[in-house]
Structure formats: C-alpha cells, structure tokens
C-alpha cells in the first residue's frame, strides 16, 4: 500500500486548504484514516481521524471547529479540509492508514497506523 499526499502550500491566515491522500494498492474502504502534522522544532501529533465507514471522525481541540476529515472510497481517498487557519497550523501534514479494526473505530496514535504518505508542507503566513 502507497499512500500520497497532495494539496499543500502557502496561504495567509484566515484562508483554507484541501488536502488528498491517495491510496494505491489495496482498497481503502478497508481502511481507517487519520491526518498527523509536524511543526517544525515539534513531535508529530494526532490532527484528525476517520473511521472505515465515516460514520465517525475525531479532531485534535486545536482543530475542531476548522478541520473536516472526509473519504472518498471510489477514489481510494480521504481529504482534509481546513478553513480559518492560523500560523500555528504551519507544518508537515502526514495521512496515514490502518486496516483490520471495526468499522466505527477511529484512531488517535500514531503506532495504531500500519501506513504513512510522506506528507504535505503547509505554510500559513501571518
């Protein structure tokens, strides 16, 4: 399994991005999704996640309200929609993914994970 990520870049405060990961090589309605970041000089940490079916997600405090976690299973992908963001949203976005767990399970760690892309920059300027 491959995962690739897309979509980030440089946007003032107050703007919005979409991000894609692309999974190839198995399908990903087996998958649950997540979304990590990496500021830099920090420890990667959890940003969002969603279950096998959608049926659930879960954000980070420090995005809920501003970040949608979404999936396309035709599409083997899952997106990232931030709105509102800040500078201290600027980081390396990771997606990431993990089959064989209940379809209503989501996951917050990162040793949950059986598959990583190998991320997006996104800079956001003040």
């Known amino acids: 399994v491959q995962l690739q990520a897309s979509g980030g870049g440089l946007v003032q405060a107050g703007g919005s991005l979409r991000l894609s990961c692309a999974a190839s090589?198995?399908?990903?309605?087996?998958?649950?999704w997540g979304w990590f970041r990496q500021a830099p000089g920090k420890d990667r940490e959890f940003v969002a996640s969603?279950?096998?079916?959608?049926?659930?997600?879960y954000y980070a405090d420090s995005v809920k309200g501003r970040f949608t976690i979404s999936r396309d299973n035709p599409k083997n992908t899952v997106y990232l929609q931030m709105i509102n963001l800040k500078p201290e949203d600027t980081a390396v976005y990771y997606c990431?993914?993990?089959?064989?767990?209940?379809?209503?399970?989501?996951?917050?760690?990162?040793?949950?994970?059986?598959?990583w892309g190998r991320g997006t920059l996104v800079t956001v300027s003040s």
């Open positions: 969603i279950s096998r079916s959608g049926g659930q997600t």
């Open positions: 990431a993914a993990v089959t064989g767990y209940g379809v209503e399970l989501i996951f917050v760690r990162e040793s949950n994970y059986n598959y």
């Open positions: 090589g198995r399908t990903s309605s087996s998958f649950a």
